[in-house]
């Protein structure tokens, strides 16, 4: 069974983890629980964690630009019950590729 974790962008730029509220504005964790200034998130930048991950356990989010295999760089989505990978300029679902394990993040649609 996979983690079940989340990812949203701080308000002051740094990447938060945890489990989001249902307002989806705030990312709880065990390290920031004392202090609610330090997981308020940009509610846009909410991505959840694929399952998959990459090198030195880095983790592979929604909102991650990924490249895989020979395909183009393409944006990592939650489509029809699993994790894809858009290439960037098209939604047309013959292009769609489900994400593997051969995925690389090379940056995110947030940065």
């Known amino acids: 069974m996979r ?3 989340f990812r949203g962008k701080g308000k002051n730029g740094s990447w938060i983890y945890g489990i989001p509220t249902f307002e ?11 202090n609610p200034d ?17 090198e030195l356990n880095k983790y592979i989010f929604e909102g991650d630009l990924v490249k895989q295999d020979k395909e183009p760089i393409g944006k990592v989505e939650f489509y029809l019950g699993m994790f894809v990978i858009i290439p960037i300029g098209k939604f047309n679902e013959p292009h769609l590729r489900r994400l593997n394990g051969n995925a690389k993040v090379v940056g995110n649609i947030h940065d």
């Open 24 to 34: 989806l504005n705030f990312i709880f964790n065990s390290e920031q629980f004392n």
């Open 38 to 54: 330090n997981y308020g998130i940009i509610p846009d930048t909410l991505g959840q964690f694929t399952g998959f991950i990459y």
């Open 3 to 5: 983690e079940i974790l």
